[in-house]
């Protein structure tokens, strides 16, 4: 898939006021700082689509963005750390149960995880919450570029044995990307793509 329009269309939290084009959508979500925007920023090939920040918890909305004029990518608050209050952090973690929840044109989600940690409970528990409530999703293995080749095989490899060890029967669909390098990114845009197809196909 070749992105050839990318467009910001609105910020909220409000589920209910999420756009209501019958269009496929995509949501990416991770722990703060995981380099999510900047992620963002390479699939579309635009410098500042999403806002890039040094300090964790900067997205705090559910923002979306048109891309082909033919589906959504979500960008939603990082979970985990970030210098925000506890009362802003239970506000983000209620409408991003309730968008996972009852966002009907949700057709995958993107739990980014980056390469360089353990497996970590909370990115745990919450992909055993997706799977849970029924919600197909990915992992998207962030930051590649930091480590060495046959170190980044060894920590993917370790976190799907750890995953299908636990609760998993199998490891979900999983891809390993680098927003310096823009590893990754090609794979990923294939993946939308076949979704996108069999979604428009069967519409």
């Not at 009362?87 to 966002?103: A, G, L, M, P, V």
């Not at 409970?121 to 919450?129: A, N």
């Not at 060495?148 to 799907?160: C, E, F, M, T």
Request: with cysteine; aromatic share 12%; net charge positive.
């Amino acid at each position: 898939m070749k992105i050839t329009s990318a467009e910001f269309v609105m910020s909220n939290s409000n589920v209910a006021k999420c756009p209501n084009e019958p269009l496929p959508e995509y949501a990416f979500i991770g722990r703060s700082n995981v380099g999510k925007s900047s992620l963002i920023n390479m699939l579309v090939d635009r410098k500042g689509l999403a806002k890039t920040s040094g300090r964790p918890g900067k997205t705090q909305l559910i923002n979306h963005f048109k891309i082909n004029n033919n589906w959504f990518l979500v960008d939603l608050p990082g979970y985990g750390y970030a210098r925000v209050s506890k009362k802003d952090k239970n506000t983000f973690q209620k409408y991003i149960t309730e968008y996972f929840q009852k966002r009907k044109q949700l057709v995958c989600g993107f739990v980014l995880v980056d390469i360089r940690h353990d497996p970590q409970p909370i990115d745990l528990e919450f992909m055993e919450w997706l799977g849970t409530n029924q919600i197909p999703f990915a992992i998207i293995f962030t930051k590649a570029d930091k480590l060495k080749p046959g170190a980044v095989d060894r920590q993917v490899n370790a976190y799907l044995q750890k995953m299908v060890e636990g609760v998993w029967e199998e490891a979900p669909p999983h891809f390993t990307t680098s927003s310096a390098s823009h590893m990754g990114g090609d794979a990923l845009l294939e993946f939308i793509d076949g979704i996108n197809q069999d979604f428009f196909k069967n519409q």
